[in-house]
């Protein structure tokens, strides 16, 4: 669950920022690509981090 919902807070970021810089529609799309990668995968180390730390 937190992958995904890092994941959307990514491309949201990511489309904000390139909508701020006064990015075109491709900009947009490749910002919000871009950003949501990067965040499902500080999504996915938080959530196995927490895992472990779970576990004991």
């Not at 075109?24 to 180390?45: C, M, S, T, V, W």
């Amino acid at each position: 669950m937190i992958i995904a919902a890092a994941l959307v807070l990514g491309a949201l970021l990511g489309d904000y920022r390139a909508r701020k810089a006064g990015g075109r529609r491709a900009d947009r799309i490749q910002y919000a690509a871009a950003h949501a990668l990067a965040f499902a995968l500080l999504g996915l180390f938080l959530s196995i981090a927490l895992d472990r730390a779970m576990r004991g």
